[in-house]
């Protein structure tokens, strides 16, 4: 009998952890991936989900709590999950993307994700990390302060998750698998979506969309999360203005906007006041591209901010123009308002000095394909280098002294020089390699991304995994290694795990890779990561156990 109650004592406890998130607790979830119909643009579809949910579940933790999530395989896919954002410090066998960290979960299997979420607080983004299930694989992972530390901005009387994402009516992966074959870019989605829904669009008569209901005179702290395959977006309220206060699960300087520039993979954490005298008003997410290169859905993701009055329901819906698609005017007037916070408590540690300068160009190439539609095949590159996705996952590989897996020859610059942003070489081909990077424990890097214009300028949300990095510098043109470094922030730059590159320019990183393991570096826009506009850092181990990656988990899948 007592056994019987400590075993119930235990399962009463795993349920509900979830629910009150504890300092240094840990706290315990479960992911079933598993297909259900969804019936969205007046047309039902099968999708694959966590728990049946689209968008997936919402992990709630702690500032230094401990997150295990068992994540069972019930489809035919290989599945994976990245915690987007989360550093992994020594945990990187747990970041989870297919083929770098760990090989896929496959089918009928399930792996257990065992990781702490150690000076970061905010919002995050977990998702699938293999294929482009991505689309409908994600969710958010929301971080609050330790018990009794305030927010450094004024308490919110609500707290309000938006997850901002794209449907296609077509499988997501046949519409890869085409693109693949036939050389050319894929088709766009469909819609874009608030919450799951799209609301009113021109392809269906259905007016289903997402509901945030406010009361007069309170504020909101509204948590808003790029889940986007292929775009960037704009997100907006008519009729409220927006006070910005975390990206990244960082906080920064508030500053006060009707504009947010989100890229796929960012999340930022905004106050609302809800300061009008009562109604409806319109919430709105539409793309934002700044290339003529680039094809878009453009479809507006609609949602309705209400006001909890009894009147508020048969209210006009107030609205607002859209930012123009693109607005770069808007888009540059967000970016160079953000700054770190860089108080005595969250203090802005910059790399002053730099251990490791590196240059990658990145953009677009075009390689022969005879099977393909006109004898090529558009490829996406750093430094030239298409990268080419090992059978093996590379922490295996590096970790165990596997030869032939990969090289860490990656080249730190790229190997031809010319007018990057201009008209290019006349040789448009690539390399193709799965070819990494070293660097010691404990290095300052400082890495400049250049696009180029060798198929046409296109920005690129770039992604590190394991690390936070500052953004020191962007701008138009060609990055000048004389001038360029002149006009760098080492105050208060932002602090990110995910920056656009912008169309035409370069942007300056500088981080601390103090995190032994294989990180991935990859554009977020999940079209070029097919193409192959990847690579990874290899992070050396330091001395002793503190600095060194430890042996992998016994239920890591094996490919």
Known sequence: MVSFIRVLVVVLYCLLLPLVPGEGSTRFYKFNVVEKNFTRLCST????????????????????????????????????????????????????????????????RAF??????????????????????????????????????????????????????????????????????????????DSHTINGHAGPVSACSSSDGFTLVVEQGKTYLLR???????????????????TVVEVDATYVKPFTTDTILLAPGQTTNVLLSADQGGGRYLVTASPFVDSSLVQVDNRTAMATLQYADARASAAALTTAALPPQNSTTTASGFLDALRSLNSREYPAVVPAAVDTSLLFTVGLGLNPCPSCVNGSRIVAAMNNVTFTMPTTAL??????????????????????????????PNNTRTMNGTRLYRLPYNTSVQLVMQDTGIIGTESHPVHLHGNNFFVVGRDTG??????????????DPVE??????????????????????????HCHFEVHTTWG??????????????????????????C
């Not at 295996?396 to 190997?415: E, I, K, M, Q, R």
């Open 45 to 108: 579809k099968s999708i694959v989900t966590v728990n049946g949910k689209f968008p997936g579940p919402t992990l709630y933790a702690r500032e230094g709590d401990r997150l295990v999530v068992k994540v069972v395989n019930h489809v035919h896919r290989n599945v994976t999950v990245h915690w987007h954002g989360v550093k992994q410090l020594l945990s990187a066998w747990y970041d989870g993307p297919a083929y770098v960290t760990q090989c896929p979960i496959q089918p009928g």
């Open 112 to 189: 257990v994700y065992n990781f702490t979420v150690a000076g970061q607080r905010g919002t995050l983004l977990w998702h699938a990390h293999v294929l482009w299930l991505r689309a409908t694989v994600h969710g958010a992972i929301v971080v609050l302060p330790k018990l009794g530390v305030p927010y450094p901005f004024p308490a919110a009387d609500g707290d309000s998750l938006l997850v901002l994402a794209e449907w296609w009516k077509s499988d997501t992966e046949a519409v890869i698998d085409e693109a693949l074959k036939s050389g050319l870019a894929p088709n766009v989605s």
């Open 224 to 242: 808003l999360i790029n889940a986007a395959l292929n775009e960037d977006l704009f997100f907006k309220v008519a009729g409220h203005q927006l």
């Open 395 to 424: 922490l295996h590989a590096h970790y165990f002294n596997v030869s032939g897996v990969f090289t860490d020859d990656f080249p730190g610059l790229p190997p031809v020089a010319f007018n990057y942003t201009g008209s290019g």
């Open 478 to 491: 060609n990055y000048d290694p004389t001038s360029s470094p002149a006009k760098f922030n080492l105050i």
């Open 496 to 521: 990110r795990n995910t920056i656009v590159v912008p169309a035409g320019g370069w942007l300056a990183i500088r981080f601390i890779a103090n995190n032994p393991g294989v990180w991935f570096l």
């Open 533 to 558: 506009l990847k690579m990874a850092f290899i992070v050396d181990d330091g001395d002793g156990p503190n600095e060194s990656l430890p042996p992998p988990p016994e239920d890591l899948p094996v």
